[in-house]
T-cell receptor
Framework: QKEVEQDPGPLSVPEGAIVSLNCTYS??????FMWYRQYSRKGPELLMY????GNKEDGRFTAQVDKSSKYISLFIRDSQPSDSATYLC??????????FGQGTELSVKP | EAQVTQNPRYLITVTGKKLTVTCSQN?????MSWYRQDPGLGLRQIYY???????DKGDVPEGYKVSRKEKRNFPLILESPSPNQTSLYFC?????????????FGNGTRLTVT
């Protein structure tokens, strides 16, 4: 079993939809949770960063961590065609290494 | 502009022909790392460096070498490339030498080994 599991998609939604991207993990020591966005032919860029449990909101994006269920989510409200990209979750324990999910490919259709 | 620069962006080579992929960052970051990205496998770390002359193996180091002679540069060397090293490679840097510090990625090098 992989330490971090992410549904690879692809996920296709109409413009304006609410998108939910998810990752599950097995290591209860993980405390730092990140979401990276990767456009085609580009490197990943940090989108959201959360420490421990709870929600974090940044504009149309909300990152949610549920440590009891070992589950993290990224919600995108009012999705736009410019949100079309691959989204990678990543997480680490203190003093541990960063582990990436496989990435979910998202397409937002006009 | 703060960035991580990789060269070349695309490379096609033959089995056994030594190659180097360069990586340079202009942010004075301590930490640098190389990843490969393959479908269904995500990003896997090849090597990393916590400072000049300090390098260590990641999860998939076989067939690769690195060096860190200067803080800004971290080249990836394939002494004898094989077809299973065909992949998309990313260099990344971070200001802090902790896994919780966000990474800045280059735009990737797509390598094909025939």
């Amino acid at each position: 079993q992989k330490e971090v599991e992410q549904d690879p998609g692809p996920l296709s939604v109409p413009e304006g939809a609410i998108v939910s991207l998810n990752c599950t993990y097995s290591n209860s020591a993980f405390q730092y949770f990140m979401w990276y966005r990767q456009y085609s032919r580009k490197g990943p860029e940090l989108l959201m960063y959360t420490y421990s449990s709870g929600n974090k909101e940044d504009g149309r994006f909300t990152a949610q961590v549920d440590k009891s269920s070992k589950y993290i989510s990224l919600f995108i409200r009012d999705s736009q065609p410019s949100d079309s990209a691959t989204y990678l979750c990543a997480m680490s324990a203190p003093q541990g290494k960063l582990i990436f999910g496989q990435g979910t490919e998202l397409s937002v259709k006009p | 502009e703060a960035q991580v620069t990789q060269n070349p962006r695309y490379l096609i080579t033959v089995t056994g022909k030594k190659l180097t992929v360069t990586c340079s960052q202009n942010m004075n970051h301590e930490y640098m790392s190389w990843y490969r990205q393959d479908p269904g496998l995500g990003l896997r770390q090849i090597y990393y460096s916590m400072n000049v002359e300090v390098t260590d193996k990641g999860d998939v180091p076989e067939g690769y070498k690195v060096s860190r002679k200067e803080k800004r540069n971290f080249p990836l060397i394939l002494e004898s490339p094989s077809p299973n090293q065909t992949s998309l490679y990313f260099c990344a840097s971070s200001p802090l030498v902790v896994s919780s510090s966000p990474l800045h990625f280059g735009n990737g090098t797509r390598l094909t080994v025939t």
